[in-house]
């Protein structure tokens, strides 16, 4: 009986583990993603923008399922899942509005793209971090 609770227990935890490891992994790549547009937009290299956004884009899907989202955010937070999910498309449109003018290469258009996934990286960090 011991050994079953301490399976269950490690199961747990281990879970627990995942779920951080797969946060700070996903974190890292959004970030990576933020980087690239940047440095595309100050060296005006397209390409560079444009595989920023797919980073970006990648990392943000993790985010697309609501309850799925609530495992990422520490437990006296869940309950606020949607502004995880709803920054999730707030930076799903942001980043096809960011493609689009890029193809049309309005530049200005494109960079305001990026401010609008910039805030809504923003606003959810300011509530699951409590800025």
């Known amino acids: 009986m011991k050994i079953i609770k301490i399976l269950a227990l490690s199961a747990l935890l281990s879970a627990g583990v995942?779920?951080?490891?797969?946060?700070?992994?996903?974190?890292?790549?959004?970030?990576?993603?933020?980087?690239?547009?940047?440095?595309?937009?100050?060296?005006?290299?397209?390409?560079?923008?444009?595989?920023?956004?797919?980073?970006?884009?990648?990392?943000?899907a993790l985010f697309h399922d609501m309850e799925g989202t609530k495992k990422y955010l520490p437990k006296e937070k869940q309950h606020m899942s949607n502004i995880a999910f709803n920054a999730a498309k707030r930076i799903d449109t942001a980043s096809n509005d960011l493609l689009k003018a890029l193809d049309k290469k309005q530049y200005s258009k494109a960079h305001q793209s990026y401010s609008d996934i910039v805030n809504a990286c923003t606003a959810c960090h300011a509530v699951v971090r409590g800025w």
Do not use: R, W
């Open 18 to 60: 995942m779920a951080d490891e797969t946060l700070v992994n996903n974190m890292s790549q959004m970030e990576s993603g933020l980087s690239n547009v940047q440095k595309g937009f100050l060296y005006n290299t397209p390409a560079l923008i444009k595989s920023g956004v797919a980073e970006i884009k990648k990392a943000d």
